[in-house]
């Protein structure tokens, strides 16, 4: 080792060597993106004759032109999917959080009886059929806005995360001091613990929203109200609207195998219409999210 050097110090070569492995792993993500978005402008005939381009032949919006047909029902979609995704992410956290605080902490009595009960249904569920039943007739979530929210409400990986992440960066001192100043349990838990928790919080809150958001099988086993669709759904049966009448035989079905959709276009549309509000937010979230994953990890 040369003299000055510090021990965990990286050679200039091996630095450009991870710093161009980074990029192009950034690249990985980036360059598909920018071709679905390229694709989405580019016209029907276009796509079939040349293929996927990033630089578009002919310029077209009649993939998005097809989706705005029904801009009121779009809106309304959004609107059901914006109101799941904050109001479930909120009580996810709080759910989470009330759930996993207790766990951490060594002198609750029956934290082994819980742990396990979370450990088991990571390892075991109950299937299909009694997850419907309970769902609607017992707890009649169906057709309402609640049924969109509650199921995603309990994640047992996110608890175990949670618990780890209050054992290892909630310092037993900070807990008992403010126990002697007399303070409660739950004033302990919203004053203190999730102050100093914010990083934890706000990566399960990362994960926890784009479930919401992505969700569309929900709406698929719960929904029949329309009114009530959210974004993803909606944009899955308009892709099978689309391919159903793109595959019709006109000496069938007369005019109406005539409308032909911009299948191949509109699925990228779609996915531009569906992914781009998180995207936009994720950078907001960037600095927690890769503070809570660092944090509590080995030091030496």
Request: proline share 4%.
């Given at each position: ?40 402008v580019t016209s029907e005939s ?126 037993d001192a900070v807990i008992e ?96 219409v569906g992914i781009g509000p ?23």
């Amino acid at each position: 080792m040369k003299p000055g050097r510090a021990i965990n110090a990286i050679s200039p070569a091996a630095n450009t060597t991870l710093h161009a492995l980074f990029m192009l792993m950034s690249l990985s993500c980036v360059v598909p993106l920018l071709l679905v978005v390229a694709v989405s402008v580019t016209s029907e005939s276009s796509v079939v004759a040349d293929g996927y381009r990033f630089i578009p032949n002919k310029l077209s919006l009649e993939a998005y032109r097809y989706l705005w047909q029904e801009n009121r029902t779009i809106l309304s979609a959004y609107g059901v999917t914006v109101f799941t995704t904050v109001v479930g992410t909120l009580l996810s956290l709080l759910v989470i959080g009330l759930f996993a605080y207790p766990l951490s902490r060594q002198e609750f009595a029956f934290r082994r009886l819980f742990l396990f009960l979370v450990v088991f249904t990571l390892l075991f569920q109950g299937g299909l059929v009694s997850w419907y039943m309970v769902t609607t007739q017992v707890l009649h979530l169906k057709n309402n806005i609640w049924a969109l929210i509650v199921p995603h409400l309990f994640n047992g990986w996110y608890v175990m995360i949670m618990r780890t992440y209050f054992s290892t960066t909630i310092p037993d001192a900070v807990i008992e001091s403010a126990k002697i100043d007399g303070a409660g349990e739950f004033r302990v838990f919203f004053s203190i613990v999730v102050r100093l928790s914010l990083p934890g919080l706000a990566t399960i809150g990362l994960f926890s929203a784009i479930v919401y958001w992505n969700d569309w099988w929900l709406p698929l086993m719960l929904m029949t109200n329309d009114k009530l669709l959210n974004m993803q759904y909606l944009l899955y049966k308009a892709q099978s609207l689309a391919d159903y009448l793109s595959n019709l035989s006109g000496e069938n079905y007369g005019t109406i195998a005539q409308i032909r959709p911009p299948t191949l276009t509109l699925r990228m549309a779609l996915a531009v219409v569906g992914i781009g509000p998180i995207v936009l937010a994720y950078p907001f979230f960037q600095k927690y999210f890769i503070k809570g994953l660092t944090i509590g990890a080995v030091k030496g």
